[in-house]
């Protein structure tokens, strides 16, 4: 999937339904747009708290992607993936979206890199697409 030479960041959250997702798939829109030599993957710690997600991804996440300019109809159409050691083993750089929420589920599952991974601080709730874009936005601008 990645090209040889690609860098790859793993965004991990909860469910990997609306916040990881949105960021992975933004981010790789931003990283072509720069021709920067990242892609992104995302991963939820914990898919069995997302039992009222429905569907591959949440609406709202894929309107705001539109919204932006970004359609990648094959992203927004996987279902949720959970985590394993291999996509920590093969990312260059892991951020996961909530510290207080995911660094205590990686202590539970995955002690190891509980430590190793960085934490933005975006809560899981409507009206912070924004703030994903944000950091989107300047985690490009410091790869570049």
Request: glycine share 6%; hydrophobic share 45%.
């Amino acid at each position: 999937m990645n090209e040889p030479g690609d860098r790859t960041v793993l965004f991990l959250c909860t469910g990997n339904y609306y916040r990881s997702r949105f960021a992975e798939v933004l981010f790789n829109a931003v990283a072509a747009e720069r021709k920067l030599p990242w892609k992104a993957a995302s991963r939820g710690l914990a898919l069995e708290r997302g039992m009222h997600n429905i569907g591959p991804m949440a609406r709202s996440a894929v309107r705001e992607l539109e919204a932006l300019g970004v359609r990648d109809p094959e992203a927004v159409a996987r279902f949720p993936i959970a985590v394993l050691l291999e996509d920590f083993e093969k990312a260059h750089r892991v951020i996961a979206l909530k510290q207080t929420e995911h660094l205590p589920l990686m202590e539970e599952r995955f002690p190891a890199w509980a430590e190793k991974i960085e934490f933005w601080h975006i809560d899981d709730e409507p009206g912070v697409l924004g703030l994903i874009e944000r950091q989107i936005k300047e985690l490009a601008a410091s790869l570049g």
